[in-house]
């Protein structure tokens, strides 16, 4: 009787761990999303950056990251429409970044930066995302991208 008891307390306890992990963890992309949300948008809305050529593909790229940040705090969303949203907003981020790459500005380097570290945020949140780990690295070793 003692044993079914600390069993059942044990199996309730491991259960109200995990669901707070998941709370977290999902609180933490909600948190991520909605910073590269902000951070997409406003270089979106620089003049300074618009005046560079990108204005169309940054303008791109904030739309994406706000139907990401609308689905990851859709309460019917699941994990799979969550990572189809994501590869929408990887996909962009990647093009413009390879843009921004290509352009050799400096200036374009620094708008940018805000977005690869909220970017990066959400791609941890995500636990890492398989599409393209190299491009993840190089913005992480990347030096141009710092102030």
């Known amino acids: 009787m003692a044993f079914a008891r600390i069993a059942s307390v ?10 707070g ?34 204005s169309r593909d940054a303008r791109e790229l904030a739309a994406e990251t706000h ?12 994990r799979r429409d969550i990572d ?3 590869a929408q907003v990887s996909n962009r981020y990647h093009a413009l970044r390879d843009e921004v790459d290509r352009s050799d500005s400096r200036q374009a380097q620094l708008d940018f930066r805000p977005v690869t570290d909220a970017y990066l945020d959400v791609e941890r949140a995500m636990g890492g995302y398989p599409s393209d780990t190299r491009r993840s690295s190089r913005d992480r070793d990347d030096d141009s991208y710092r102030r």
Request: contains cysteine.
């Open 10 to 19: 044990a199996a309730v306890i491991a259960m109200m761990a995990t669901l």
């Open 67 to 78: 139907d990401f940040q609308r689905t990851v705090t859709d309460s019917r969303a699941d």
């Open 21 to 54: 992990a998941c709370a977290t963890t999902h609180g933490g992309l909600r948190s991520s999303a909605d910073r590269l949300e902000r951070n997409a948008d406003a270089l979106a809305r620089d003049s300074s950056f618009e005046s560079s050529g990108y």
């Open 84 to 86: 189809a949203a994501f």
